[in-house]
Nanobody, 115 residues
């Protein structure tokens, strides 16, 4: 089975930057779609960004221009560079891999943006 492990994140002040990574292992193909979702306390999980095996990114409007997603198909990893962070970005960020119509989720990593 596919396994996803997130790393990075933590506490950062408004306007600061963080970089998240997600490493995938198992039966991974280059046709898989990988990305990030986030869930703030009391809210539903929401889409942040995805990147296809060919490197095509899609972003939520709330992060467009501030976040950049990238992918390394050799290492089966994705990264999320987060700049100009705002308190509203505070959430648990989850890595997602989709292939064969099935979603696999990481356990999540907490991002707190506060002064």
């Amino acid at each position: 089975q596919v396994r996803l492990v997130e790393s990075g994140g933590g506490l950062v002040q408004p306007g600061g930057s963080l970089r998240l990574s997600c490493a995938a292992s198992g039966s991974i193909t280059s046709l898989s779609l990988m990305g990030w979702h986030r869930q703030a306390p009391g809210k539903q999980r929401e889409f942040v960004a995805t990147i296809s095996g060919g490197g095509i990114p899609v972003y939520a409007d709330s992060v467009k221009g501030r976040f950049t997603i990238s992918r390394d198909n050799v290492k089966n990893t994705i990264n999320l560079q987060m700049n100009s962070l705002e308190p509203e970005d505070t959430a648990v960020y989850y890595c997602r891999l989709t292939q064969h119509g099935v979603n696999t989720w990481g356990k999540g990593t907490l991002i707190t943006v506060s002064s």
